[in-house]
Nanobody
Framework: VQLQASGGGLVQAGDSLRLSCAASGLTFSRYAMGWFRQAPGKEREFVAGISWSTGDSYYGASVKGRFTISRDNAKNTVQLQMNSLKPEDTAVYYC??????????????????WGQGTLVTVSS
């Protein structure tokens, strides 16, 4: 199984950025997909997750209303559109796959597979 995240970079506060994650080696329709982030010295934090079967999405409190998760089941990809970025959004962002067709885990332990991470830096 491989999850390849891309799209990170250096942006200014207020800018937008779109992350993408390509999944291979798994049956995409059997997995909920999520994005997490980890800033230096902090625990890995749930950012957003999406169900395969219902399309329902969930967001962490700090990003709700600014970030949007989506998935393309035909292409085995999941995206994270990040708008109105803030310096506190600076972190390494990870995509993850959890073995649930309906529910979306909100914690790290709910996910079996992880991508390598992509760095997002937001300057003030």
């Amino acid at each position: 199984v491989q999850l390849q995240a891309s799209g990170g970079g250096l942006v200014q506060a207020g800018d937008s950025l779109r992350l993408s994650c390509a999944a291979s080696g798994l049956t995409f329709s059997r997995y909920a997909m999520g994005w997490f982030r980890q800033a230096p010295g902090k625990e890995r934090e749930f950012v957003a997750g999406i169900s395969w079967s219902t399309g329902d999405s969930y967001y962490g409190a700090s990003v709700k209303g600014r970030f949007t998760i989506s998935r393309d089941n035909a292409k085995n990809t999941v995206q994270l559109q990040m708008n109105s970025l803030k310096p506190e959004d600076t972190a390494v962002y990870y995509c993850a796959a959890g073995p649930y067709r309906i529910m979306v885990p909100l914690g790290v332990k709910g996910y079996d597979y992880w991508g390598q991470g992509t760095l997002v830096t937001v300057s003030s």
